[in-house]
């Protein structure tokens, strides 16, 4: 049962005469109202005093008909579930308190209007996983699981078949207009409210994209399939609009070729001699930092992209090395997800791409003014989720979200 229902049964129960409810209500929004007032006031502003990507101002979405989906690619179970009910929660509370503050109706219209229908979720996780009571905290996520999920191995073209079929499963939402693909270490470094001003203000999608010729990584033998000069390289996390979300889900011509010829070198093996040292002669082409970019290259929709992730990752330096710690991002604990750490991350205003040598400069348009590059990171461990959720990184914090009533 969700919680608005849960809410409606309990006012149900009581007989509370209409004075004592608008007083408990005006209560309620005057605790509240400090802490939203200013941060909705700012998202107002900015968004109606910035121009968008494209560099015209008439293109704004009606907020009140879009929905963020959130698409979780995960292992099995989400362990930094407390983190994102929070996130979620916190949505629901802003649009009640809003609702009440702005339009005098009767407590029943306001409960059941009260959900804003400002986000979906999805999530692939291994075959036969079920989100219930039993392996998740938070009601967000009961039952969001794909039916038709596939077993993933890391570096191999099962994670794009992955990825494409929560695209798909998200597509069948008209109300779904932007889309955003998160791992089960994600955090989100700030409110709901911020998030979806951020996204819904740009008409371009997030994609990391940039032309790598250090790795040689292309394989000529998907060629002309894939001409050389449309190949790119990316991080996998991505965020992409309608319109190029339809492009990764239903291709079904670049992606037979990655599956065919995109390989992933196996990590060096000393006591396997020189079939090891073979191996690392092969083309080390990882699927799923290539597939989207390259796709969306080769389609012309470069234009319409803002070429870099909106989710930080602090990679191990070591990647010359042929150790196992090189090819995966640094793990955020307790000790270093403090909140001049995570302040750190939130200031950075620009991304360098060196082999390009481009600056991506994290802003509306070329005369506004910045704005963070970064909207959720990993990997993040329980603990320093915990840190964020008391920090009030995603919100006000509520004790309750660790002790949720699944009921």
């Keep these: 049962m969700t919680a608005k229902k849960r809410f409606v049964n309990v006012a149900s129960r009581r007989h509370i005469s209409p004075f004592v409810m608008k007083f408990l209500i005006l209560l309620l929004i005057l605790l509240c109202f400090v802490v939203f007032f200013g941060l909705f006031s700012q998202f107002r502003l900015q968004s109606a005093s910035s121009p968008t990507d494209f560099g015209f101002d008439e293109f704004r979405l009606e907020s009140d008909r879009v929905k963020i989906a959130f698409l979780f690619l995960v292992r099995d179970n989400l362990p930094l579930d407390f983190l994102w009910h929070n996130f979620f929660k916190v949505c629901l509370d802003i649009a009640f308190f809003l609702l009440v503050f702005t339009v005098n109706v009767s407590i029943q219209t306001i409960l059941h209007d009260a959900d804003p229908e400002k986000f979906t979720i999805y999530i692939h996780s291994k075959p036969g996983f079920v989100f219930d009571a039993s392996s998740t905290r938070s009601v967000f996520f009961y039952n969001r699981q794909l039916e038709n999920s596939v077993e993933v ?22 109300h779904n207009h932007i889309f955003v693909l998160l791992s089960d270490s994600c955090v989100p470094l700030y409110s709901f409210s911020y998030i979806y001003t951020y996204l819904v203000s740009s008409p371009r999608s997030f994609v990391d994209s940039f032309i790598d010729a250090e790795e040689e990584r292309y394989n000529p033998e998907m060629s002309p399939d894939i001409p050389e000069d449309k190949w790119r390289k990316g991080s996998q996390w991505i965020t992409l609009v309608r319109r190029h979300a339809e492009v990764v889900a239903y291709d079904v011509v670049v992606f037979p070729i990655f599956n065919k010829h995109c390989k992933r070198r196996p990590l060096l093996d000393m006591s396997k001699g020189n079939d090891s040292l073979k191996e690392q002669q092969q083309h080390n082409c990882i699927p799923d930092e290539h597939y989207v970019p390259t796709l969306l290259a080769m389609r012309g929709f470069e234009d319409e992209l803002v070429r870099r992730t909106l989710t930080y990752s602090l990679w191990n330096q070591s990647t010359e090395t042929m150790n196992t710690q090189a090819w995966h991002p640094v793990t955020f604990g307790y000790a270093n997800a403090s909140k001049k750490n995570i302040q750190d991350i939130k200031d950075i205003d620009h991304v360098y791409f060196k082999p390009e040598n481009r600056t991506e400069w994290c802003s509306h348009g070329p005369k506004s003014s910045s704005r963070p590059c970064y909207l959720f990171a990993r990997k993040f461990t329980r603990g320093a989720a915990m840190r964020l959720l008391t920090n009030g990184v995603v919100g006000p914090y509520d004790p309750n979200t660790l002790f949720l009533d699944p009921k």
Aim: aromatic share 10%; glycine share 10%.
């Design 153 to 174: 191995g890391w570096g191999k073209p099962t994670m794009i078949k992955a990825e494409k079929l929560l695209f798909k499963a998200a597509l069948d939402d008209p």
